[in-house]
Structure formats: structure tokens, C-alpha cells
């Protein structure tokens, strides 16, 4: 792995012994990486993740979730962001989510270089890093206080609405094809399923 990272790192031109072992990554080493480098890049408890370049189907359900959202929240006074930005779990934990929405655009958890929470966050799931969306990001949003978490699974065709309740996340809803998915943080909004999964076969 650690001859991954330096391969990755390797355009940078860090000089020799620049760049953290593995196991070894702190919070300003890996802001100092992503400001320089154009793929998504995770940090977990001093180990970096590169994540997988998202696919065309991937980024044609992203901007059409990423235009729902947006459509409802600039009504209200909200805005919505998408990958690449900075969530800040807590110190040695960063996260890239594919969406990440707030209800007030004066909102005071965006810093100059990271966020450092969230009202709702989402993530459409890749192949390479089901787990990671799955499993490990339920756990980490949940750490970080994100009332809402929107997981699109394009495989399985669904989308799976959590709430934040004690520390961790129920369903709300679990929203197949033929069915509108609904937020329960923002009154009023939903996204027709087959609408968002036709999106990644328009021409």
C-alpha cells in the first residue's frame, strides 16, 4: 500500500522522506496533500484513501440528485455542495462525500479549509468502495453529528434514507424503483427514484 501512496504522490515531486508512512498521516500532511492533487482522498486515523475515479454513471446520479437537492434548499436559504470538499469527522478523520447539503448558507462549520460538519450528507455507491459507503461512512457521519444520510445504490436500484437518533442511524426508508424517495430533515422534498436512476442512461 505504502508503495501505492508513493506512486500517487509521486507527480508532487515530495522530496524523499516527505511523505508519511501509512498508519502515520496527521491532519495538516493530509490538507497539504489535497490541496495539490485533482482524486478524491480520505483520511482514516493516520491512514490515507484514495478513492476510485468515479465512473460516468456515477457522476450522472450525482448531478441529478445534486440538482433536486438544490432546486429545494436555495428556496429556503440552504445550499449544497459535491465532491471534492473536506468534512472533518473529528481530528484524524476526513471524509470526501459525494453531497453535503446545509439548510443556512451562512452555515459556520464551513472553515477555510474543511467542513467541519453537515445537515445531510450523501453517497452513491461505487463498486470499488461498497463497504466504505456501506459500513465505515454510516459509522463516521453518525460520528460527526449529520442528522440525515442518503445512500444511492445504483447496482441494487434504491435508495436508503438513515436518521441520526442516540448517536446513530435508523432507517427512515428504503426507497426501490417505482417509488420517491423522501427526506425527513427538509419538509416537502423527494426525488423520484426511477427519475434519478434514468439519469445515468440519458443520452
Do not use: C
Not at 490541496?35 to 460516468?56: C, I, K, Y
Not at 448558507?105 to 452513491?124: N, Q, T
Not at 459500513?135 to 449529520?146: C, H, P, S
Amino acid at each position: 500500500m505504502q508503495d501505492e501512496i508513493r506512486a500517487f504522490l509521486n507527480p508532487l515531486h515530495l522530496p524523499e522522506g516527505e511523505t508519511p508512512a501509512q498508519g502515520a498521516w496527521g491532519d495538516e500532511a493530509y490538507l497539504r496533500l489535497t490541496d495539490d492533487v485533482s482524486r478524491l482522498v480520505e483520511l482514516a486515523d493516520g491512514v490515507v484513501e484514495v478513492l476510485p475515479m468515479p465512473t460516468e454513471e456515477h457522476q450522472d446520479i450525482l448531478a441529478f440528485l445534486f440538482d433536486a437537492f438544490r432546486g429545494h434548499v436555495e428556496r429556503t436559504g440552504g445550499k449544497v455542495y459535491f465532491a471534492p470538499l473536506r468534512l472533518r469527522i473529528r481530528p484524524g478523520k476526513f471524509r470526501e462525500p459525494d453531497l453535503l447539503l446545509v439548510q443556512d448558507a451562512r452555515d459556520p462549520r464551513r472553515g477555510s479549509r474543511f467542513w467541519r460538519g453537515a445537515d445531510l450528507v450523501a453517497e452513491v455507491v461505487s463498486p470499488e468502495g461498497a463497504s466504505r459507503d456501506l459500513v465505515d461512512k454510516r459509522l463516521d457521519y453518525a460520528e460527526a453529528g449529520i442528522p440525515e444520510y442518503w445512500i444511492v445504490d445504483p447496482r441494487a436500484e434504491r435508495v436508503t434514507v438513515l436518521l441520526l437518533e442516540a448517536g446513530g442511524y435508523v432507517q427512515a426508508g428504503i426507497y426501490p424503483r417505482g417509488s420517491a424517495a423522501a427526506s425527513r430533515l427538509l419538509a416537502g422534498f423527494d426525488v423520484a427514484v426511477d427519475a434519478l436512476f434514468d439519469a445515468a442512461n440519458a443520452e
